[in-house]
T-cell receptor, first 114, second 114 residues
């Protein structure tokens, strides 16, 4: 069964460093998403992406964040200058349709900023 | 704004016990409601959904009924198994706030012992 994959599973970085989290969505999906979950808190929407541009973004997704689909398979989330409060589990998701109904999630990348 | 509130975990049950995980929501429009499950080391998987009031979603013995009058979507299962041990997330999508956005609860961990 097709699945969303994410790498790495765990990333440790120092404050102020840039990180890139990688996702490979399901191959025939057209809509891509990033969510995050800070330990002990809710899963929060960050951004959605379709047709090589951002469709929606939350107020969390500020200028420090960017997304890119550099080729036909990868979907990346970049954090330019990490802060301690960026430490969280980051989930990628993809879907064939617009809307929340059939989003398929990856296993997540745990980002630890020290 | 939209929000989802779930009962605090962990919920600890013996095999074959009855399960209820409470979920209530606040939404500005007419949301669709979801339960996602996360097994250890895996991504979030859609368990069931309901798109309008009085709909009942069901899958793998789990069910939940969309109750508009009480703004609730409680998850139930008549007889849990050890393999049901996971974290369960209640979520909503609200067309008034954007089709892509899923708003999640904090998640409830379920532990089932033999």
């Amino acid at each position: 069964e097709p699945e969303v994959t994410q790498t790495p599973s765990h990333q440790v970085t120092q404050m102020g460093q840039e990180v890139i989290l990688r996702c490979v969505p399901i191959s025939n999906h057209l809509y891509f998403y990033w969510y995050r979950q800070i330990l002990g808190q809710k899963v929060e929407f960050l951004v959605s992406f379709y047709n090589n541009e951002i469709s929606e973004k939350s107020e969390i997704f500020d200028d420090q964040f960017s997304v890119e689909r550099p080729d036909g398979s990868n979907f990346t989330l970049k954090i330019r200058s990490t802060k301690l409060e960026d430490s969280a589990m980051y989930f990628c998701a993809s879907s064939t349709k617009k809307g929340a109904h059939e989003q398929y999630f990856g296993p997540g990348t745990r980002l630890t900023v020290t | 704004g939209n929000s989802v509130t779930q009962m605090e975990g962990p919920v600890t049950l013996s095999e074959e016990a009855f399960l209820t995980i409470n979920c209530t929501y606040t939404a500005t429009g007419y949301p669709s409601l979801f339960w996602y499950v996360q097994y250890p080391g895996e991504g979030l998987q859609l368990l069931l959904k309901a798109t309008k009031a009085d709909d009942k979603g069901s899958n793998k013995g789990f069910e939940a009924t969309y109750r508009k009058e009480t703004t609730s979507f409680h998850l139930e299962k008549g007889s849990v198994q050890v393999s049901d041990s996971a974290v369960y997330f209640c979520a909503l999508s609200d067309s008034a706030t954007g089709y892509s956005t899923l708003t999640f609860g904090k998640g409830t961990m379920l532990l089932v012992s033999p």
